[in-house]
């Protein structure tokens, strides 16, 4: 009975420590991120701040800063005190008929800037205006700090975290073998014992090490465990190779144009519905065209290798073939403006910190499950939103929780597949 009972804990520590080391060379680091809010800009008496913030990121910031720093075009810092509002909201309206009346600022300006032309916004009334300068002139009265930590990355995690993982692993599998060396030459001494046999004092460690080892191999419970071992493991590494087929995440291909996210939407705070101009009103995003690179590229790095593949891809009137990141397969549908402008959801929420990324990569899955997920998880978010009104009033009759996405019909199947 006692060598029973030491065959059967032997073999449960053997198998104990090939699934306890098997789990911990699986597990990685999770990416951490840490950053501070912005304190809230003051309201402006004249003007919508939180409108203006909008207004200026879509159509201003490509060209200008709110502080004195010159982009394509001025700093707006203290546009108020240069110009009055009936000046500036012709030169917002019609810049170019400023300039063709006479005024000799606008004309100054024109030439100052290499005749760059500004876009007219013909659309901007009183209330627009007002609130674009209000958003510059709060901007520039509060300063907003910003705090972050950096995000650690699967290369970091292979000269951090990853060589610390990896000496846990070793040292428990230096104690594992010890403690079953240590069983082995107990269950051996018992062996003896209970057969009346002289135990030998005089054998070697090398010996006694091959003696264990061969009681392993000759143990048909310790076997036995390291077949099922690896059946399992076979069967977790075949079906985890089953659910990776189609899934692109960490795809980032190299793309026609070497074109920094990082410095545009990051460091430019250009905002992505400038180039990307479907991506609240379509169900496409759109790719950005070369005359929207021109925009600003028509004045700034003029002689950059990159920047004159742009003009040759002008002059010979080709498109810049972009290679598409995100793709979703032709069975499911997928609404931009459905998600950001009526759901009111955030780029990165799906793409991740773009703003971030030398490379844009994919780093969500996109797969099916990871879509479900998400519509089990978000609210509606039906605050200032007339679209899901009376969807909202509905709901509180028969429930007293949040609105889901799913509870919207989220998860009929018909809502994708179709």
């Known amino acids: 009975m006692i060598r029973k009972f030491y065959k059967s804990v032997l073999a449960i520590a053997f198998v104990a420590s090939i699934s306890f080391s098997n789990a911990i060379a699986q597990d990685k680091p999770a990416e951490a991120a840490v950053a501070t809010t912005p304190a809230a800009a003051p309201a402006v008496a004249d003007g919508d701040v939180t409108k203006g913030e909008g207004l200026f990121k879509n159509n201003c910031a490509q060209c200008h800063a709110v502080t004195a720093d010159v982009i394509v075009g001025p700093g707006l810092k203290g546009i108020e005190e240069r110009r009055d509002y009936a000046w500036l909201k012709s030169w917002i309206n019609n810049p170019m008929g400023v300039i063709g009346s006479g005024d000799k600022y606008a004309n100054e300006l024109y030439l100052k800037y290499n005749k760059t032309q500004m876009t007219a916004f013909a659309n ?58 240590a069983l082995l030459g107990i269950l051996k001494l018992l062996n003896k014992l209970s057969g009346g046999e002289t135990v030998a004092t005089e054998t070697s460690f090398v010996q006694n090490l091959q003696a264990s080892f061969k009681n392993i191999a000759s143990n048909k419970t310790v076997r036995s465990a ?99 990141v995100h793709n979703l397969p032709d069975l499911a549908y997928f609404n931009h403006a459905q998600h950001t402008n009526v759901g009111g959801l955030e780029c990165k929420n799906c793409h991740g910190e773009i703003e971030k990324m030398e490379v844009v990569q994919q ?23 007339g ?3 009376k969807l909202m009033e509905a709901h509180s009759l028969v429930s007293k929780g949040a609105m889901k996405v799913q509870d919207n019909g989220g998860l009929e199947c018909a809502k994708c597949h179709y």
């Open 124 to 181: 901007f009334g009183d209330p627009e205006v007002k609130a674009v300068l209000a958003y510059i002139k709060s901007a520039n009265v509060v300063a907003a700090p910003v705090v972050g930590a950096a995000v650690a990355s699967s290369a970091s995690a292979e000269t951090g975290g990853g060589k610390f993982v990896n000496t846990i692993l070793v040292a428990l599998l230096v104690i594992m073998g010890l403690v079953l060396v």
């Open 226 to 324: 390291i077949v099922w071992v690896f059946i399992l493991l076979a069967s977790k590494a075949t079906f985890d190779g089953m659910y990776g087929i189609g899934v692109h995440q960490g795809y980032a291909p190299k793309q026609p144009i070497n074109f920094s996210h990082k410095l545009h939407a990051g460091e430019m705070k250009i905002n992505c519905a400038y180039c990307h101009t479907g991506v609240y009103k379509g169900k496409q995003s759109g790719i950005p065209s070369a005359n929207i690179c021109m925009n600003c590229h028509n004045a700034i790095k003029r002689e950059s290798p990159e920047i004159q593949k742009i003009y040759s891809a002008i002059e010979n009137n080709k498109p810049i073939e972009w290679v598409r």
């Open 363 to 385: 780093r969500s899955t996109l797969t099916m499950g990871w879509c479900i997920d998400c519509h089990r998880k978000s609210e509606v978010n039906g605050k200032d939103n």
């Open 387 to 389: 679209y899901y009104t």
